[in-house]
């Protein structure tokens, strides 16, 4: 089992880019015709674990022939598609800014909620779930200590403003950068005591001052999961943020390190119907299908994501639930990304996100 929680999903899709258009339009009206059912899933081991715990099980159910395509749809391709009227997919993984972008150009069909049972629809997380959009995956940035350093019994970091503390909690630290806009922003306002609810719009003067303090005892600031991962494999720092899953893997494997969920900040993946499908009721009946309690509790037995039916943990075993980042436990004290906010434009046209990137890349050099 592997993982593929990384920067590029955690992020809030601002810039998506039109690589695989193309492919898509050149495989137009693959699976158009009534009756069948065209899903893109992602690729690698997310999408062998859509096929077993999703596709096999709802072709068994309906009849309906499902063709997987194991690759993503970028917001780009999307708009090609319905722009050009080739949509030649049906049902599409979206992320969070793409549930908030997408409908504003009219690229989404609304999702049919009429065909939901109440307490499976009840159980969707909120946030994940909007008028042309339901949640699939719930995934987190958190906080992570090494447990040699800091051993049961003796004190620990439980907030942001600790992590910051380097004098109560002396050690070496790893926090995302802000490169590509996915820095530690909310965690720094956080640490500078900005209450949890008043953290949008973000005091991007107030982030920075707040990063200055820290800045001298960061040995490194992340790019990607994979570097992060091995950090803290390696025993290079003795605190971190880190991708949830990644911290997951390793303590699943033996690493002498714990995850603390409090303050975690998540963000999440849904699945869509692109404007124009010819298949749409099947469409309908497959996310109902796939976003029941007991289908995503199948999901994640096979790939580590948190499911965002909060139903399905009555299916998992509580030691396999409090692995994923949206175990009802874990989010009464979580920070939920604003995507929203991220893809806002200014009157000069620039995003928040891309003043955030502006900014880092100058203070970084400092």
């Known amino acids: 089992m592997s993982l593929s929680i990384n ?14 258009a193309m492919s898509y339009q050149s495989r137009r009206a693959a699976a158009q015709s009534p009756g069948e059912l065209s899903v893109a899933l992602n690729g690698g081991d997310y999408a062998k674990a859509c096929i077993e715990a999703y596709v096999k099980p709802f072709e068994a159910e309906t009849g309906i022939k499902v063709t997987p395509v194991a690759e ?24 969070a800014a793409t549930t908030f972008k997408a409908p504003e150009k009219g690229l989404l069909e609304k999702i049919d909620y009429s065909i939901y049972k109440k307490d499976e ?17 719930v995934y987190a940035l958190c906080m992570v200590y090494n447990t040699e350093k800091f051993p049961a ?16 909690y002396p050690g070496v630290r790893a926090m995302s950068s802000g490169v590509d806009g996915g820095g530690p922003w909310e965690e720094a306002l956080l640490a500078d005591g900005v209450p949890a609810d008043a953290l949008y719009p973000l005091d991007i003067d107030r982030v920075f001052a707040s990063l200055d303090k ?32 990644r911290a997951i893997a390793l303590m699943d494997q033996g690493a002498p390190i714990e995850a603390n969920r409090n303050q975690q900040k998540v963000t999440w993946e849904s699945w869509g119907i692109p404007k124009g499908t010819k298949n749409l009721q099947n469409a309908q009946k497959f996310i109902e299908f796939i976003t029941r309690a007991n289908t995503q509790a199948a999901f994640a037995k096979l790939i580590p994501y948190g499911p965002a039916n909060r139903n ?52 970084i050099l400092q």
Request: aromatic share 10%; glycine share 6%; no cysteine.
């Open 7 to 20: 920067r590029r999903r955690f992020m809030h899709g601002a810039s998506a880019i039109a690589v695989g």
């Open 312 to 363: 399905a943990y009555k299916l998992l075993p509580d030691d396999v639930g409090r692995k994923f980042a949206s175990h009802p436990d874990y989010l009464k004290s979580s920070i939920v990304v604003d995507s929203k906010w991220y893809a806002t434009a200014g009157s000069d046209g620039v995003t928040n996100v891309e003043r955030l990137i502006q900014r880092w890349n100058e203070w």
């Open 153 to 168: 019994g003796k004190p620990r970091p439980a907030t942001w403003a600790e992590f910051w503390d380097v004098s109560e």
């Open 214 to 245: 820290i800045k001298p005892h960061i040995r490194k600031w992340f790019v990607t999961g994979s570097e992060n991962q091995q950090l803290l494999h390696d025993k290079v720092v003795d605190l971190a943020q880190s991708y949830d899953g």
């Open 121 to 137: 629809l009840d159980a969707i997380v909120d946030f994940t779930r909007t008028p042309y959009s339901v949640g699939s995956i």
């Open 72 to 95: 993503e749809v970028p917001a780009a391709t999307l708009e090609l598609m319905v722009s050009t009227n080739s949509v030649s997919v049906d049902v599409i993984p979206v992320d």
